[in-house]
C-alpha cells in the first residue's frame, strides 16, 4: 500500500505542475494580444528576492583581470540555480553547486560567477511533506546560512515568496530572464554591461534528467549539470545529449562521489529530538553529520517552530 501511495502522490504533482506549467506558457502566447491590463508585464523583482550583489562583485574583478590583460578571458559567465524543498537543507544541496562550478571551470574560457539555491513553495512542500514540511521563512534563514560565508551562492526568493507553487522550469527561465533583461542596471552597471555573456546553468539530480526523455523544457541561453553517481548509468545518455544540443542546450552529466546525504534522515533526526529521544546522541550523530553547524544549531534552536507557521519577524 506504501509503494501504491507514493506513486499516486508523484502522479498527482507531476500531473499538477504540468497543468501550471502549460496555462502559464498558453499565457506568455496571447498575452501580446490582449488588453493593455491583462498584459503579462517585465516583473521588476528587487535585489531581496534576487540578489546579484556576489555576482556583481565577482564580474568586478573579472573586469579588472581582463583590463590588466588586455583580452577577454572567459566567453561565458555561469550562473547556477537549483531546485528544491530544502525542508531541510543539508551538505549535499551546497555539494551540488559546488561540484559543477569546478566542472564547468574546466571547461574553455568558462567562469562561473554565480549560483542560487531556490526554495520550492510552502503550497508544494506541504503537500509533499505533510506534517514534516519546515516553513518557508525557517527554509529561506537555513538556505541564507548555508551560503553566508560562500563569495558566490545566493538564495533566490523568487518561488518562494510568490502566491503558488511553479515548475522547476518556470523558475529557471524567470532567473535567465531577469539576468538578461537587465532591470536592474543603475544598481549593477557591470551586471549589465556583461549580461550578453552571462548564461544560467541549472543543476539537478539524475531523476530529473531521467523524467524527460525528450529533453528539458529551456532556452538556448539555459544549460544543465546533472549531478550523478560514477554507477549512474543512464540509458540513451548519448542521444539524449545530442537531442539537447541541437535544442542549444548543453546538458553535462557531472560525477560526484561525496557521501550521500538526505532531507529524508536529517527529518527523522528532527522527529527523534522533538520527541526528546537521545537529544545529544542524534544531534551529535544526525544533524551534524548531514548539516553545516550553523543550520544543525538553526534547527535545535528553532525545534518547537520549525513546522509551524509563524512571523519572520520573531525568528
Known amino acids: 500500500m506504501d509503494l501504491i501511495r507514493t506513486i499516486l502522490f508523484y502522479a498527482k504533482s507531476t500531473f499538477y505542475c504540468y497543468i501550471l506549467y502549460y496555462i502559464n506558457r498558453s499565457y506568455d502566447n496571447i498575452s501580446p494580444y490582449l488588453p493593455e491590463n491583462l498584459q503579462r508585464k517585465d516583473e521588476l523583482i528587487p535585489e531581496s528576492i534576487i540578489p546579484l550583489q ?123 530572464e531577469f539576468l538578461s533583461q537587465g532591470l536592474y542596471k543603475e544598481s549593477h552597471p557591470d551586471v549589465y554591461n556583461n549580461r550578453d555573456r552571462i548564461r544560467v546553468c541549472f543543476v539537478c539530480g539524475s531523476d530529473i534528467v531521467m523524467g524527460y526523455p525528450y529533453g528539458l523544457a529551456f532556452s538556448d541561453k539555459i544549460d544543465v549539470a546533472c549531478v550523478c553517481r560514477p554507477s549512474f548509468v543512464l540509458k540513451n545518455m548519448e542521444s539524449r545529449v545530442k537531442y539537447n544540443k541541437k535544442r542549444g542546450v548543453n546538458l553535462y552529466f557531472v560525477v560526484d562521489s561525496v557521501e550521500d546525504h538526505s532531507s529524508t534522515k536529517v527529518r527523522e533526526c528532527i522527529k527523534k529530538i522533538e520527541k526528546g529521544e537521545g537529544y545529544e546522541k542524534n544531534l551529535k550523530s544526525g544533524l551534524a553529520r548531514f548539516c553545516d553547524d550553523n543550520i544543525a544549531d538553526y534547527m535545535v534552536r528553532n525545534i518547537t517552530t520549525l513546522h509551524s507557521n509563524v512571523d519572520s519577524n520573531n525568528i
Open 54 to 176: 556576489k555576482i556583481d562583485d565577482n564580474i568586478k574583478k573579472i573586469i579588472q583581470e581582463e583590463n590588466e590583460n588586455g583580452s577577454r578571458l572567459y566567453d561565458i559567465l555561469y550562473v547556477l540555480v537549483s531546485t528544491g524543498s530544502y525542508s531541510p537543507i543539508h551538505k549535499m544541496h551546497t555539494e551540488m553547486l559546488k561540484v559543477t562550478a569546478e566542472f564547468l571551470e574546466r571547461l574553455p574560457k568558462c567562469k562561473v560567477v554565480g549560483g542560487y539555491l531556490s526554495p520550492c513553495h510552502d503550497e508544494y512542500v506541504s503537500f509533499k511533506l505533510q506534517d514534516n514540511a519546515i516553513n518557508a521563512q525557517h527554509r529561506i534563514n537555513m538556505c541564507e546560512l548555508a551560503v553566508k560565508d560562500t563569495g558566490w551562492m545566493c538564495v533566490d526568493k523568487w518561488e518562494i515568496n510568490g502566491p503558488r507553487l511553479r515548475m522547476f522550469s518556470e523558475v529557471v527561465i524567470k532567473l535567465s
